[in-house]
């Protein structure tokens, strides 16, 4: 049996947004709150307390939405009905359905009402309403009865309560309709119309399921976008109105095969359209990427045409975007793509194009070069002198090749002038530069490149000694940064010698490097 939701003991929350900063105004929206609160709070349809209908028009954040229906949730004890209209965005990743807010921007989708947030609230389990009704007036609204990708099941399958039901103005690709000069939504205004004025020869009540099947029909024989609706338990059975036509003579036998024939006619029209819509979406999708497959084969063609530039000077480079990078091969495929915050080696130009060095010393043309930032990376670099521990190969940092230029022996000290990507551009003693892909085990410190990497002599006897002024000690590896001090007037161990320098010892067994031993006195 059909009882009507007792309204002492029910709220509502409508919520609608007319005017946006990014997106179409929607005038209609402003007059859907008012007839909604209107029948819904006449005691001739369901009689809802005033203060038990929240109205919201223009929310002004996320948060104001939600909070009204978690304060209304919980006040209800019998039946909480919420009401959107207003835009429909849709997440181009996730597929889900976000309501848009005044500022809700497309392209920001968290700027808007993600309905996953709102059905939390409605499935909260401090919530006292025994029966939900969610009303969704906006384009692709449809998507709440599917839920989001791999969600699986919809805000009626999922919630635990006695019944629920999700009743929304169209399918989940559908937009949805206002139309100039009409007072409403042609949703809003047909429930609006429904609610105020009855169905002739109709229950004494209206649940949600006969409310749907109406609108279903009203909507179909005037080929507008169709309502969709889940119930979850007795969902369907809620009643939010009194009948004000049940006494009236009900339609014709004759009128009712008009209107059934009508909505058989529309959703064939509907399935058409949409077809014809994703043959139309697909052949534009196919074109687009065959335009941007021949671009850039064309740009790649001209690119591995162009004659080097013998004037070219290698630089490294930083993307704003991540930008794709193509083999010399001529294939159409990415090799690789660079990254924003890393430098990559810019080895020789190809006409408008660069030849990179990407990944692990890997080559690649990059086709789309604009906005690229150049020379910083080398402009802030700390240079420093090194020596490897092996032989290491050297390559030449232009004109892209691979093959080694010279190498880097072990005893003599190099030049780092820049680094990314695990390499260094080197200069050698002659000033000539190239490139150390291997940085592997190096040894950085602080001497004339003509000098051979510190070591301790072997002859070398310690001894004590005292500095004429205040002298700065550094790391044992010779790294340029001042590791402490030593002061006149005290006494210090010297207990081994690289070069000109003197490895000392503290009292605390600590060992450092000093490198100015002028003047120093022995004891």
Not at 27 to 37: H, I, K, S, T, W
Not at 455 to 464: C, E, N, Q, S, Y
Not at 485 to 493: C, F, K, N, T
Request: charged share 25%; proline share 6%.
């Amino acid at each position: 049996m059909t009882v009507l939701a007792d309204p002492g003991r029910s709220a509502a929350v409508l919520v609608g947004v007319h005017d946006y900063v990014h997106l179409d105004g929607l005038p209609a929206v402003e007059r859907n709150l008012e007839g909604l609160r209107r029948v819904l709070t006449d005691p001739d349809v369901w009689g809802l307390p005033a203060e038990a209908c929240a109205v919201i028009a223009q929310p002004a954040s996320v948060r104001e939405v939600l909070d009204a229906v978690r304060e209304k949730a919980r006040q209800a004890t019998d039946t909480l009905l919420v009401y959107y209209a207003g835009h429909g965005v849709v997440d181009n990743y996730s597929d889900e359905l976000y309501l848009a807010l005044p500022d809700t921007d497309r392209e920001r989708e968290y700027t808007a009402l993600r309905f996953e947030s709102l059905r939390r609230e409605v499935l909260d389990p401090q919530a006292r309403a025994q029966r939900t009704v969610v009303v969704l007036d906006c384009c692709y609204s449809g998507r709440a009865l599917v839920g989001s990708m791999g969600a699986g099941k919809s805000l009626a399958d999922r919630t635990a309560v006695n019944g629920t039901v999700v009743l929304t103005a169209s399918a989940a690709t559908r937009e949805a309709l206002a139309l100039p000069g009409e007072p409403y939504t042609a949703f809003t205004g047909e429930l609006v119309d429904l609610l105020e004025r009855g169905i002739p020869g109709g229950p004494e009540l209206l649940d949600m399921d006969t409310l749907y099947r109406q609108l279903y029909a009203r909507l179909a024989e005037k080929s507008r976008p169709l309502p969709q609706q889940r119930n979850r338990n007795t969902g369907g059975r809620i009643a939010i109105a009194r009948n004000r036509a049940a006494g009236v003579e009900g339609e014709s036998p004759r009128d009712t095969e008009a209107r059934a024939a009508a909505e058989a006619r529309a959703t064939a029209e509907e399935l058409l359209a949409w077809r014809e819509r994703e043959v139309e979406r697909l052949r534009a999708a196919a074109e687009e990427g065959a335009r941007e497959l021949l671009h850039r084969a064309t740009r790649l063609a001209a690119a591995l045409a162009a004659e080097p530039d013998p004037d070219f000077r290698p630089f490294w480079l930083a993307v704003p975007a991540v930008r794709e990078v193509f083999g010399t091969d001529g294939s159409l495929e990415p090799v690789g793509e660079l990254v924003p915050g890393t430098w990559y080696l810019a080895l020789a130009a190809r006409g408008d194009a660069l030849l990179v060095r990407h990944g692990d010393g890997a080559q690649g043309i990059l086709l789309d070069c604009v906005g690229i930032q150049n020379g910083s990376a080398e402009a802030e670099f700390e240079l420093y002198w090194f020596a490897v521990p092996v032989v290491r190969p050297l390559f030449d940092a232009g004109g892209g090749s691979l093959e080694p230029v010279g190498e880097l022996v072990p005893g003599t000290w190099y030049l780092a002038l820049a680094a990314a990507e695990n390499a260094l551009l080197v200069q050698l003693p002659d000033g000539t530069k190239g490139l150390l892909l291997d940085v592997s085990g190096i040894q950085k410190g602080v001497a004339d490149r003509s000098d051979p990497p510190p070591k301790d002599r072997d002859d070398f006897t310690p001894f004590w000694f005292a500095v004429p002024a205040v002298r700065q000690l550094f790391e044992a590896d010779g790294s340029p940064v001042s590791a402490g001090e030593l002061v006149p007037g005290e006494w210090y161990l010297a207990v081994g010698q690289q070069a000109d320098a003197l490895t000392v010892q503290l009292p605390d067994g600590a060992r450092w490097l000093l490198l100015d031993s002028t003047g120093i006195q022995r004891g």
